[in-house]
């Protein structure tokens, strides 16, 4: 009788501590990620609040008289104790009201996601060219460290560092647009299309990629691939000046393990033993690389996006702080911070499928 | 390694199907024939509605959309009728008589009446934007507008204040603020009270040239040709203004043709367009004047003699010839060109001697001047041309840099020594720069009157004000005008003003591109007259 009933209820019981342990990892990190975005809160605020540029009279213009600088600076809050102010300012933004731009009057949250899903299809191709292209490259590198092709990936990575984006994308533009004609220009669409689109594509995801292959627009899908292909490469690029230093570092540290000396002795084609075992092994920390290089990309890529006239984040959040246009920057800022928090869950997340020791 | 063939493959193949589909897309680039397809840099819109349009590029699009009483001759910049066949003003001043034009509608069929026309006013003094201000100072408030502005039939009635020079109402009247909406529909979208506020944001309702079709904030502008447009049909169908924010993308697409005109390019960008067939480039004059202003709480800008000594440090030509070529022309008098009674000559030149000679005689000695500029390019290049003429005469200049708005805070806190600007003018009459150059009422700290130039840099202009606020009163245009020309010989004789340029603005357009009027410094751009 008692081994039997101490057998169910110790399977029961490790299924609860399972279950248990699970629950309280899960409460751990949503903690942790909760107390991060009332951090990165608190650190914009304080910014906004210690700049010396005046929100009233951004809002009121030139002609504004000392009475009603008084009468609105009352209004918005700016008498109150910085405490209190803050306070408001977490209350509203968990109620997913990031406030006011001070330029337009539009809701900030509102504005943020126009521009949101331009920026999400060119950082999403952006990344998938840089992962596609920088992996093999630094993979390439490693297997033959200190040859003419390991040096050629290591120059062109390094001219991916150190060229100034703008410069590498106004190059860009001038012989693949000016010069070749093979890609289209700035803006997501040639002018032809920009005046049908909301005619003849439902907006789905504001995505044009998607949703004109959504609506079977093919036209319109060619004509966006050509104008997003070129600024997706110059992010692209740039991502995979870092991804392939970084593939190439981690896996030249894998193939000089036993267990790889061990497959090849064993006689394992070498396109095994690379893309195989040394990859799965890679594979963990090069998520976090990929990782942090989108939400690099996903902050938006201000400058590309001025060349390239890309509707994105980068240019909203840049032009909002010129003009002092605070609730916008900080609204911008966090929607950054929460991709980022986001994008660190999900890698944590692929870090477990990828790593059974960590599950 | 036997992937890497198997790599370039893919890789191969991927860049050819790539190409493939996107090549033909491409190579169609050029711009269709019915559509005028601008390039401009439109991010600072707020609203396209009327009421609440104030920058640049909103006006521009209202210029298009919407009409008012009075308009302006987009090639001679010269008053017209607009909505209004003609108007009159009584023996007493403040009774304005406008008889509506007949047969006008507006884009949604509805006639245009001087009821519309009479909301239209109501509305924009009612909703109270940042345009508001122009209508106002003609007396009109939310709550006497209802009665100073009526309108029955074809008759508008319009009561003013104070009996102000008629030509400063008519000139205010083309302004944006003042354009006539369709009020049946305006009516339609009020959404708790905002009189349609928020729905004129993306729609238009006015008679103008073409209908406001879709405006995605940052991307770009369409607008649409109404059929029976009062002035005759706009040629070009449609117009996509498309916001290109750098100037060398824009020079780019100009070159390819796939825009036809490129209105934010810089010098440079139009010195590389030279000997290009394909491009012509237009110049033409904006609003925005130069200017330096010293605060005379420091008593050495007090003195004469040592103004005056500045004034011929100053290398006005060379800076227009070199560092602000295609930039600005040399303007030195407050009335932008093209204003009423706007001074053209241009009597102060570089004369390193003169400056000297009269340093000597103003008895002040090492003179140091703080000059406050904002960290832009062109700022910096002028007060360093300035800094070292100023040098070359005897007189040291700090530089002293910072951001726009932290710059703009300090002078209108009075806290600058010496500062370079720039002044917009707000409407198209002259007692908007008038006002706020030559005129300070109340000098003292307490007053705060940060609207006016002169009270920020505690300048009491005397008699000027006086003058000035009867200049806006004269109902003699001619003596009127020239009530204007002398406030300013004696303000660039005697005030801490030295203005040095005016604003220029080059416009890039295919060759094949006419009729394009950029508007000077008193109008909008207007595109109904665009053939290509």
Redesign the interface.
């Known amino acids: 009788m008692a081994p039997v009933n101490s057998a169910q209820s110790s399977d029961a019981a490790a299924q609860s501590s399972a279950a248990l342990r699970f629950a309280s990892q899960s409460a751990n990190t949503l903690f942790s990620l909760f107390i991060t975005f009332i951090g990165l809160l608190a650190v914009t605020f304080l910014i906004s609040r210690v700049i010396p540029i005046d929100p009233v009279t951004a809002i009121l213009g030139e002609r504004a008289t000392g009475e009603q600088i008084a009468a609105l600076t009352q209004k918005l809050g700016l008498n109150d104790p910085l405490w209190k102010q803050f306070g408001i300012y977490v209350w509203d933004v968990f109620h997913g009201d990031l406030g006011q731009s001070v330029r337009t009057r539009d809701p900030v949250l509102t504005e943020i996601g126009r521009y949101f899903p331009a920026t999400l299809e060119l950082s999403t191709l952006g990344i998938l060219i840089g992962v596609i292209v920088g992996i093999p490259a630094g993979v390439l590198g490693a297997t033959k460290p200190g040859s003419w092709r390991d040096l050629f990936v290591r120059l062109v990575g390094l001219m991916g560092y150190s060229m100034p984006v703008f410069w590498l994308g106004l190059m860009g533009l001038l012989l693949f647009y000016g010069e070749l004609g093979w890609v289209g220009g700035p803006g997501r669409l040639d002018s032809m299309y920009e005046m049908m689109i909301d005619v003849t594509v439902p907006p789905v995801t504001h995505m044009i990629l998607i949703d004109t292959a959504l609506a079977g627009e093919w036209d319109m899908f060619w004509n966006a691939l050509s104008h997003i292909i070129l600024p997706a490469s110059l992010l692209g690029y740039l991502s995979m000046a870092y991804i392939s230093r970084m593939t190439r570092s981690f896996m030249m540290n894998e193939l000089g393990q036993e267990y790889i000396t061990t497959a090849r002795v064993k006689g394992m084609p070498e396109r095994r033993v690379v893309w195989v075992h040394a990859m799965r092994n890679v594979a963990v920390p090069l998520i976090t690389v990929v990782a942090l290089s989108y939400a690099y990309l996903l902050e938006g890529a201000v400058l590309t996006e001025t060349i390239f006239a890309w509707p994105g984040l980068g240019r909203y959040i840049t032009d909002a702080l010129l003009v002092a246009d605070m609730p916008a920057v900080l609204g911008g800022t966090i929607v950054v911070g929460a991709v980022y928090i986001g994008i660190n869950m999900l890698s944590d997340f692929l870090y477990r499928l990828a790593d059974p020791r960590a599950r | 390694?036997?992937?890497?063939p198997l790599?370039r493959k893919a890789?191969a193949a991927t860049l050819a199907a790539?190409?493939l589909?996107?090549?033909?897309?491409?190579?169609?680039?050029a711009?269709?024939a019915d559509?005028l397809?601008i390039a401009a840099a439109i991010?600072d819109i707020?609203?396209l509605d009327p009421a609440e349009a104030y920058e640049f590029s909103g006006l521009d699009v209202v210029n298009n959309t919407y009409d008012g009483l009075v308009e302006i001759n987009p090639a001679t910049l010269a008053l017209e009728p607009g909505l209004a066949e003609s108007w009159s003003v009584a023996d007493d001043g403040v009774t304005y008589t406008f008889k509506m034009k007949a047969g006008v509608t507006f884009a949604s069929g509805n006639p245009v009446t001087a009821e519309a026309a009479a909301y239209s006013l109501q509305r924009a003094v009612k909703v109270n934007k940042?345009p508001a201000?122009i209508l106002n100072q003609f007396g009109w408030t939310a709550e006497n507008v209802d009665a100073m502005i009526t309108g029955a039939g074809d008759t508008l009635t319009l009561k003013v204040d104070k009996p102000f020079a008629p030509t400063f109402l008519y000139n205010c009247l083309t302004a944006g603020v003042a354009s006539i909406v369709d009020a049946e529909t305006v009516k339609t979208h009020d959404v708790g009270g905002d009189m349609a506020n928020e729905w004129l944001k993306n729609n238009s309702a006015g008679t103008g040239a073409y209908v406001l079709k879709?405006y995605?904030?940052?991307?770009?502008v369409?607008l649409e040709a109404r059929p029976g447009y009062w002035r005759g049909d706009a040629i070009l169908k449609?117009v996509?203004i498309?916001?290109?924010?750098?100037a060398?993308?824009e020079r780019?697409?100009i070159?390819?043709g796939?825009?036809d005109i490129a209105r934010a390019l810089t010098p440079t960008d139009v010195a590389g367009l030279e000997g290009n067939a394909d491009v012509s480039v237009v110049t033409d004059v904006g609003g925005q004047v130069y200017y330096l202003s010293f605060n005379q709480k420091n008593e050495m800008y007090k003195n004469a003699k040592f103004l005056d000594a500045m004034r011929w440090a100053i290398d006005y030509q060379g800076m227009a010839d070199t560092i602000m070529k295609g930039a600005v022309i040399p303007h030195q008098s407050f009335l932008p060109q093209g204003y009423l009674g706007a001074l053209d000559d241009l009597p102060y030149s570089l004369d390193i001697e003169k400056a000297k000679a009269l340093l000597a005689e103003s008895g002040v000695k090492d003179p140091v001047v703080t000059l406050t500029v904002r960290n832009a390019a062109d700022r910096m290049d002028i007060s360093q041309s300035i800094q070292n003429t100023f040098g070359q005469a005897g007189i040291k200049v700090d530089l002293k840099v910072g951001?726009?708005?932290?710059v703009?805070?300090d002078y209108?806190a009075r806290l600058h020594d010496a500062t370079l600007q720039t002044w917009g003018p707000?409407y198209p009459d002259p007692n908007t720069n008038s006002s706020t150059f030559a005129e300070n009422p109340d000098n003292s700290d307490e007053a705060?009157?940060?609207?006016y130039l002169a009270w920020r840099n505690a300048y009491d202009p005397g008699a000027m004000t006086a003058a000035s606020q009867a200049a806006v009163m004269e109902r003699d245009p001619e003596k009127r005008k020239v009530m204007y020309a002398d406030i300013q010989k004696t303000h660039r004789e005697t005030s801490p003003f030295i203005l040095m340029f005016q604003q220029a603005r080059q416009t890039a357009m295919r060759s094949n591109v006419q009729g394009f009027y950029a508007g000077g410094a008193v109008d909008a751009a207007s595109f109904w007259l665009v053939t290509k």
Not at chain 2, 1 to 4: A, Q, T, V
Not at chain 2, 216 to 220: A, D, Q, S, T, V
Not at chain 2, 242 to 246: L, S, T
């Open positions: 390694m036997s992937f890497l790599a890789g790539l190409l589909g996107a090549a033909p897309a491409a190579l169609m680039a711009t269709p559509t397809v991010d707020v609203s940042t201000f879709s995605k904030p940052n991307e770009g369409i449609n996509f498309q916001h290109i924010p750098e060398a993308t780019l697409q070159e390819k796939d825009v951001e726009g708005a932290e703009l805070k209108r707000d705060g009157a940060t609207g």
